[in-house]
């Protein structure tokens, strides 16, 4: 079988994902954010809150597509799903890694975190677009949503009572205490945004993503997929906000209707992009969004990595030891600039620093797949 037609788009919309992804991680200064680059409180979402979902997104539909040829041959698949299995074992070790840095304490250590998730919906959902057909992924998928909804809505959480959506006594906080007690995000303790149960609803976000790519695939006119497309993500977004009454929007919980909304919002984005560059052929496109694109988890890394060094080496600065990247946000406070540019600016220095190497990785061709 042939190998199936690149969609540049989902390229670029990796690549911005990705970039935005670490642009958001890192601002300045955490106390100094404009609203729209900071999460939702709770219930709600803001750009920021786009991100990591738009990246699970992306996932299936790379999925759909690396694993096009394997689905419709018989030949070799216990090897391919060993080579599934080995690859998120390899990207849930890397977030374990992160989050063991610099102190290397495996007694606190954060077990759940963005790598572990995705691993998680990557080997799922790539298992499932294997093994069954794309009717069942749809019945799967929304069985998913319907399933966590009935739980975090109907089910009374153990020890505490009356089921509810508060962020330290709903089920899926009760069941991370339980599981994963001393070992969930240090700045909560005892929730985690990348929890057990809300990683149930997360799959369903990957399956969206193969989905469309399975969708992408099909041989139909180009605009009539696009605007098939436009349908299905509005639909989306219209059952997201509907669902949103009884089962509000909320990131941290992975809610149903954060998947609706934020699976129909991606389609959109991903549409516009389809519709510019692979129909309409538009080359007016930075390369550091391919850059970034084309290696993904290393860009990720990288900038996590950095990120730590950043925070850990530590200086005399003015009388006091300060961290280097206090020291460097300090400098470029001039008294003037709005606290909150400040720290916007800092966040894309940042970008631009990590995408010095990737920039110059993508221009040899170097693509390392983790």
């Not at 949503?145 to 089921?163: C, D, E, S």
């Not at 059952?239 to 959109?268: E, H, M, R």
């Not at 519709?275 to 550091?288: A, E, L, M, Q, R």
């Amino acid at each position: 079988m042939t190998k199936p037609e690149r969609i540049l788009s989902v390229d670029l919309l990796r690549g911005i994902t990705v970039a935005c992804m670490i642009m958001v991680n890192n601002p300045g200064s955490w106390g100094s954010i404009y609203s729209p680059l900071s999460h939702s409180a709770w219930h709600g979402c803001t750009p920021t809150d786009l991100v990591f979902p738009f990246f699970l997104f992306i996932v299936g539909i790379s999925i759909s597509y690396s694993l096009s040829a394997a689905k419709n041959s018989t030949e070799n698949q216990n090897k391919l799903i060993l080579k599934i299995v080995k690859r998120s074992t390899i990207i849930f070790s890397l977030g374990l890694l992160l989050n063991l840095l610099p102190t290397f304490d495996f007694s606190t250590v954060r077990i759940p975190g963005v790598l572990q998730r995705i691993s998680i919906v990557f080997l799922f959902s790539a298992l499932l677009f294997l093994k069954t057909n794309v009717r069942t992924q749809v019945i799967i998928a929304s069985s998913i949503l319907v399933i966590y909804l009935v739980l975090m809505t109907l089910v009374p959480v153990p020890g505490i009572g009356a089921p509810n959506l508060e962020k330290t006594t709903n089920l899926g906080a009760w069941l991370d205490n339980i599981l994963l007690n001393g070992h969930l995000w240090s700045q909560a303790k005892v929730w985690d945004p990348e929890g057990l149960l809300s990683t149930l609803p997360a799959t369903a976000s990957g399956l969206i993503g193969v989905l469309t790519g399975t969708w992408l695939r099909t041989d139909q006119d180009k605009k009539d997929k696009l605007i098939k497309m436009f349908v299905a993500a509005n639909l989306l977004i219209l059952a997201g906000l509907a669902l949103d009454l009884i089962f509000p929007i909320n990131k941290s919980l992975w809610t149903s209707s954060f998947v609706l909304y934020t699976s129909g919002i991606a389609i959109n984005v991903l549409s516009v992009i389809y519709w510019f560059v692979d129909i309409n052929g538009s080359k007016k496109y930075p390369d550091i969004f391919l850059a970034f694109g084309s290696n993904a988890i290393v860009s990720y890394m990288m900038a996590e990595l950095t990120a730590i060094l950043l925070y850990s080496v530590k200086i005399s600065y003015n009388g006091t030891e300060t961290s280097l990247k206090e020291i460097i946000f300090q400098s470029l406070n001039t008294g003037w600039i709005d606290p909150r540019l400040l720290s916007l600016l800092f966040a894309l220095l940042f970008v631009s620093l990590i995408a010095l190497p990737i920039v110059l990785m993508y221009k040899k061709k170097i693509f390392i797949k983790v």
